[in-house]
């Protein structure tokens, strides 16, 4: 096995706190980021549609051309699909680009596919926000390590923000 | 005399008349992206621009809602973004992605990401107000999601992105002090909006360096090619420049441009409310200013300005009140006591290149 993201932060955010874990039986959706194609050529294609001085600028792609170019392989395909199969992964949708698949699966299947990964319930935030996330990393099956960039819904937790009501300025000294 | 930032405020600085507003006549839109588990309310919205719209034409509900809008209290930020980009942006079909993907298990920035790449029919200018620091996110992570910004620079849409509120941020590794560079700000296929404050903020006078405007060099992302000479030019003439082992000066620069972030009267829960700031108020204001350029380019048969960085960048922020006084905040620590960079003449990493000044940005941004 690999670990996609050693250098992913596990640490828990002030503010969230463990509820413990989740039961092996509940539902869960986790996002495969698979590995797309031709990615050599999106920077100076990005520079040709943007950069007044080119023949190109303003000529955007469709989400149907980009799809085209990014597309994951079909070997990439069938191999994450093959995998999250056999693992009972059921549901698992994709984006037009199918560059990301979502799929949901138990606790217990989740646990079983991303080897290390432990799911616990958190709460925090403002508004008392409940997530389940794994802190501990999780590792892919060494086979994969070509075609899965990495797993969406473990590790990172919602931001918080950071929007401050400020004292008011002081009016004398200002104004003056 | 004023008592805060209000939309006439804005209005008013950015030299934006009555008749700068979407002219009903196009499909231009916008949207703004919401993370924080915050929602608005249409009633706020619809207070707000009792309270304070008077004065332009206006919409009066946000066209579209992607996601769930959850019960209960209005979120602060959640609603200052839609007012502010109603506002700036006035008169445009505005769409909002509240918190996508709500499942207990999902990230909603990666599930906003998803959507993005799921609808082949978007608004072309995009405000968020998302960040995390560079250094707490995987490698994998960090390249994938710039590659999926780079898939949507590709297709014409503008992304912008708040700079933080940390000014340049601050961290230790092994007893040794650096600034921290924020994520998603430091990617170069987004365009990332700092913040500033009125000299004097009774008045609408020129603008400064709001303190916590987030700014720096990314550690990850190598300089960005269409900013290597403002770039340069700063890290040669500032003087005064941290020590260099806070930052990595070869890294992508940011933030690109700034607006008012400090004292905005917000309505959130039937309440208005005075004084918030963040460059969470700036992003939308800059995005919304970009939808009515876009919107006069639609009207004269152009396609929408799309990633704005490398044309910015090349007319040298021409179009923009360039701020030049004032410095963000860092590490409390001896060394730097407090102070990140300082603003100065052209880009720097406070402020980018500075605010919008509608009609002179217009001209620069119309043609081709």
């Not at chain 1, 070997?75 to 979502?102: E, M, P, Y």
């Not at chain 2, 400090?262 to 409310?273: A, E, F, K, M, Q």
Request: glycine letters at 10%.
């Amino acid at each position: 096995t690999y670990s996609p993201e050693p250098d992913q932060q596990l640490t828990l955010p002030p503010g969230w706190v463990s509820l413990g874990r989740v039961d092996p039986e509940e539902d869960l959706s986790l996002t495969f980021a698979l590995r797309q194609q031709n990615l050599e050529r999106l920077p100076k294609l990005v520079q040709a549609v943007s950069d007044p001085g080119s023949p190109r600028y303003g000529k955007y792609l469709s989400l149907e051309e980009v799809a085209e170019l990014v597309r994951p392989s079909p070997l990439t395909l069938h191999t994450v699909q093959k995998w999250l199969l056999a693992a009972g992964a059921r549901n698992c949708q994709s984006v037009i680009t199918q560059d990301f698949l979502t799929c949901r699966m138990s606790v217990r299947q989740a646990e079983l596919l991303l080897s290390g990964s432990e799911f616990h319930r958190y709460v925090g935030g403002p508004a008392e926000t409940h997530v389940v996330r794994s802190p501990r990393p999780y590792r892919l099956p060494k086979a994969l390590a070509s075609h899965v960039d990495f797993v969406g819904g473990l590790h990172r937790f919602p931001p918080t923000s950071s929007l401050r009501q400020r004292p008011e300025p002081q009016a004398a000294e200002t104004v003056g | 005399l004023h008592l805060g930032v209000t939309p006439s405020i804005i209005r008013k600085r950015y030299n934006l008349t009555a008749q700068d507003v979407g002219s009903g006549t196009t499909n231009n839109s916008q949207a703004c992206a919401q993370f924080l588990e915050q929602y608005f309310h249409d009633s706020d919205l619809a207070e707000f621009m009792q309270l304070f719209g008077g004065d332009f034409a206006h919409q009066a509900s946000v066209a579209h809602v992607v996601g769930q809008q959850g019960r209960g209290r209005a979120g602060i930020e959640a609603s200052l973004d839609v007012e502010y980009l109603m506002s700036a942006g006035a008169n445009i079909s505005t769409w909002v992605y509240s918190n996508p993907g709500r499942h207990e298990s999902q990230e909603p920035f990666l599930q906003w990401l998803l959507l993005l790449s799921n609808e082949s029919a978007l608004p072309p200018v995009h405000t968020a107000s998302y960040g995390d620091d560079e250094d707490s996110l995987s490698s994998a992570y960090i390249q994938r999601v710039n590659t999926e910004f780079m898939k949507a620079a590709a297709r014409g849409l503008t992304l912008l992105f708040a700079s933080g509120d940390s000014g340049a941020g601050c961290w230790s590794t092994s007893g040794r002090h650096q600034f921290r560079p924020s994520f998603p700000a430091s990617s170069p296929y987004v365009t990332t909006v700092g913040g500033t404050s009125f000299q004097n903020p009774f008045r609408i006078t020129n603008e400064i360096v709001d303190y916590i405007s987030g700014g720096g060099f990314s550690n990850v992302f190598p300089r960005a090619p269409y900013q290597e000479e403002a770039v340069a030019k700063f890290l040669s003439s500032s003087p005064k420049l941290p020590p260099s082992s806070y930052f990595n000066a070869s890294g992508r620069a940011y933030p690109d441009v700034a607006a008012l972030s400090d004292g905005y009267w917000v309505v959130s829960n039937r309440v208005p409310i005075p004084w918030v700031s963040g460059t969470s108020a700036s992003t939308p204001v800059f995005g919304g200013i970009l939808s009515l350029i876009n919107e006069h380019r639609i009207l004269n048969g152009r396609p929408p300005l799309g990633f704005l960085n490398p044309r910015l960048y090349q007319q040298h922020g021409a179009g923009l009140f360039d701020v030049t006084r004032g410095c963000h905040e860092s590490c409390l620590n001896e060394e730097v006591q407090g102070q990140g960079f300082c603003s100065g003449p052209g880009w720097d990493p406070v402020t980018g290149w500075g605010t919008p000044n509608f009609p002179a940005l217009l001209k620069t941004l119309i043609d081709p």
